[in-house]
């Protein structure tokens, strides 16, 4: 789609938007609607957007595919790792109630790692099925 | 009767919606038709848990002191669940159908048991 | 140490499910093999610990995340689950020993440490349906272990294991999305999802048609899960076509932890006056067993691959645990442990044997094997002692299963079981005969000359499952104690 100059501008004026959003529905997630789920999905789109316009050769300059699929690995990694943090502290596995001195602090710390890790691992998922699905060369 | 029929109307939706996945993925012999009948089979359990979760006069569970009744929250993220789930079955099963397109050069499910040949 | 203990619950699950993406992390074949060694034995470990802690002390129960139940989830470790956790977990392990030759031969390269990643989330599922004692979280459970099982089985090398593991997929989602509809039904009518809970509250409304819906629903859909006649299509073919060591693991350990969620269902939440009194679930289980028993044997007699004829076999014996099952009296279902234990240990002897012989030979079709009892007689050791198992023979682990089936038929003063138990088990003698009789009595293929004993990674796990069939079959104290601990804890319908 190297020709089509509209899609291409307008495509780069919008990705920086669409990770804004990500970033707001992954960070608002504990006051609002949102969440790492929902969060990795728009984040993921805006690389899989960028892909579609540009080419799958410079998408996968942007997000090298063999570190994509180390933070799928990496995000799951930092949700168990919250767990195990609550562990340590003297809770259960995902007590976050543990983790600061105040339970609610330690809640609001816990819930933010955790979907971090979340946003993490679906934002990486999606790029690396997309990645999957177009790189076949048939 | 009629009025019985209209006050369920979401578990009819559901109960539609399931049967015409299910047809689907029984009926038809191209691989992607089945995981797009297997989609739909599972938005309707989408549905019947989401539609459940709903309080009459509530509002969206966000916690505000102008309002005192909400909808029943944890069905939605008991279906978030499900909906992960779900994305990663179809994900899986496309990926599946791909491979399979490569080294059978078919996705018919009669063209594959004739190649498969003795089963 | 002391503070780990009540910490062990939610280690059961959590090591594995992080040892996973460590996997993956690691990049290597050899060290992803490594950490998943580590994180299945120290999971062996731990059921043990937690078998020997329930036995003992009684039930254990666990907050995860601090959160009481029933709003929280809730683990709950009871004879019954640390039985079927011990199961999963040292199966787990011995095939994952097993594992780095036949991986080496069979999974392309490259691709080792996300075989070894697969595996543990299989194991990760698995060993969570048992522990939970949260109706939701089953299902999320039920699909981390059979996505991951649907990805394994479409690693083996032949074309076949796509078309089996798609077949796998279609069929394995519908039946954990009737065990969703089946939960959800539950939730609407009571509120919550904690299994002590629903126990509590499904009694004052059971008569009422969404809880009735929900138990039809709920029993299906397992039962396509853990593949009871006819119901068992896509098991031949996943089996058959899987790598040697994703056989032998999902065959020990799947479908039996199916029957336990099945065995949780309807004894603990649902009651067995429910289910066998107000519903005929007598019949529904008891027919397809029997059809299960004779059909599954049957076709196994006529399959040219013994690894599909093991399949085969396997439907056959879930016949038998089901029907156990269904006799719902404290004998019935102590058999039914009993045969989910005994099979898991039959089926992945066989299937590692198997594994050794495709490693040499490159095919486990009947008439490509003929003659090889001289050149890998350890391999051919186990082949016999797992066979006899499976016929139930006397001092083998088969034979206690069956004492203890035809003793619970007699119970119930079902004589005609018993005939048509042992009827079955004759066509068992006419499978297993086949495969003996390629093995020392045919004449070499062409070909096969050089061919060697398997390497000993495979042989020792492969000989220590065998020698646990035997071992089994005489010193039966701690299974069969466990078991009828757990028939009584099911039975009782205790809150657990």
Redesign the interface.
């Known amino acids: 789609m190297r020709h089509h100059r509209v899609l291409r501008i307008i495509s780069k004026l919008l990705i920086p938007f669409i990770m804004l959003f990500a970033l707001y529905v992954q960070f608002h997630g504990d006051f609002g609607p949102g969440g790492g789920f929902q969060a990795g999905v728009i984040f993921g789109s805006a690389f899989i957007l960028y892909g579609l316009i540009f080419g799958l050769e410079y998408a996968r300059m942007v997000a090298p595919p063999a570190i994509v699929t180390r933070l799928v690995a990496a995000g799951v990694l930092i949700f168990a790792g919250t767990g195990y943090a609550g562990l340590f502290a003297g809770g259960n596995f995902l007590d976050y109630g543990v983790l600061k001195s105040d339970p609610v602090a330690g809640q609001h710390l816990g819930i933010l790692l955790v979907e971090f890790g979340v946003g993490t691992t679906v934002a990486a998922s999606m790029i690396t099925i997309f990645f999957l699905f177009a790189g076949r060369d048939r | 009767m009629l009025q019985a029929v209209l006050d369920h109307y979401n578990y009819w939706i559901a109960i539609l919606l399931m049967m015409i996945g299910f047809y689907t993925v029984v009926a038809r012999g191209n691989l992607v038709k089945k995981i797009v009948g297997l989609n739909i089979f599972q938005t309707s359990v989408f549905l019947l848990y989401i539609s459940m979760g709903k309080v009459t006069g509530g509002t969206a569970p966000i916690l505000d002191e102008r309002f005192s009744v909400y909808s029943n929250p944890i069905p939605h993220v008991l279906i978030l669940t499900a909906i992960v789930v779900g994305v990663a079955t179809t994900a899986l099963g496309l990926a599946l159908v791909v491979r399979i397109r490569e080294s059978y050069g078919t996705i018919e499910e009669d063209e594959l048991d004739l190649l498969d040949g003795e089963t | 140490m002391s503070s780990l203990i009540p910490?062990l619950p939610?280690?059961q699950v959590?090591i594995p499910?992080?040892a996973?993406?460590?996997c993956?992390?690691a990049g290597r074949t050899g060290l992803a093999w490594f950490i998943a060694l580590a994180a299945s034995a120290t999971a062996t470990l731990t059921a043990a610990v937690l078998a020997y802690l329930t036995y003992h002390n009684g039930t254990i129960s666990?907050?995860?995340?601090?959160w009481e139940p029933p709003w929280g989830i809730e683990y709950v470790v009871d004879t019954a689950s640390a039985f079927i956790l011990l199961l999963v977990a040292s199966i787990g392990t011995m095939v994952l020993i097993y594992s780095p030759a036949s991986v080496g031969k069979e999974i392309r390269s490259g691709r080792g440490h996300l075989y070894y990643?697969m595996y543990l989330l299989c194991l990760t599922g698995l060993l969570g349906i048992a522990i939970t004692g949260d109706a939701?979280n089953v299902?999320?459970f039920l699909?981390i272990s059979s996505?991951s099982s649907?990805?394994l089985i479409?690693m083996g090398g032949q074309?076949?294991a796509?078309?089996a593991?798609?077949q796998y997929?279609?069929m394995g989602?519908?039946g954990a999305?009737f065990f969703?509809?089946g939960v959800?039904l539950l939730?609407?009518m009571t509120g919550t999802l904690n299994m002590a809970d629903l126990q509590t509250r499904i009694p004052g409304i059971q008569d009422s048609r969404p809880v009735l819906a929900a138990f039809a629903f709920i029993t299906v859909g397992l039962a396509l899960k853990a593949a009871l006649f006819p119901l068992h299509l896509w098991l031949p073919?996943a089996y058959a076509f899987a790598p040697s060591g994703v056989s032998a693991f999902m065959a020990a350990t799947a479908t039996k932890v199916s029957l336990y969620v099945l065995l949780r269902f309807t004894f603990t939440i649902f009651g067995a006056k429910f289910a066998f009194l107000n519903l005929p679930l007598y019949w529904v289980l008891l027919v397809p067993a029997v059809f299960a028993m004779f059909a599954g044997s049957f076709s196994a007699i006529f399959q040219r691959d013994v690894k599909r004829m093991l399949a085969y076999s396997s439907v056959a014996q879930i016949g038998y645990i089901t029907l156990a099952i269904a006799l719902a009296s404290s004998a019935g279902v102590t058999a039914a442990l009993i045969h989910i234990f005994n099979h898991g240990l039959m089926k992945a002897a066989l299937f590692c044997a198997m594994g050794c012989i495709f490693y040499r030979i490159g095919s486990t079709r009947i008439d490509a094997m003929a003659g090889l009892g001289k050149q890998m007689p350890w391999t051919m050791t186990a082949i016999v002692a797992g066979g006899l198992s499976l016929l139930g023979v006397p001092l083998t682990a088969g034979f206690i299963s069956k004492w203890y089936l035809v003793q619970a038929a007699l119970q119930s003063n079902l004589w005609w079981l018993v005939v048509l138990i042992v009827l079955s088990s004759m066509l068992a003698l006419v499978y297993v005969w086949r495969i003996v009789e390629a093995l020392y009595f045919k004449e070499p293929v062409a070909g096969n000359e050089g061919i060697r004993e398997a390497p000993l990674s495979m042989l020792l796990p492969t000989l220590l499952l065998a020698g646990a069939n035997v071992y089994f079959g005489i010193d039966t104290r701690v299974p069969i104690a466990m078991a009828e601990n757990a028939a009584d804890l099911l039975l009782r319908g205790q809150i657990w």
Do not use: D, H, S, W
Request: charged share 10%; glycine share 8%.
């Open positions: 910490q939610a280690l959590v499910l992080f996973a993406p460590l993956v992390l666990y907050e995860m995340g601090g990643c939701f299902f999320v699909e996505l649907y990805a479409a074309r076949k796509l078309t593991a798609f997929l279609i989602t519908i999305t969703l509809i959800g939730y609407m073919n």
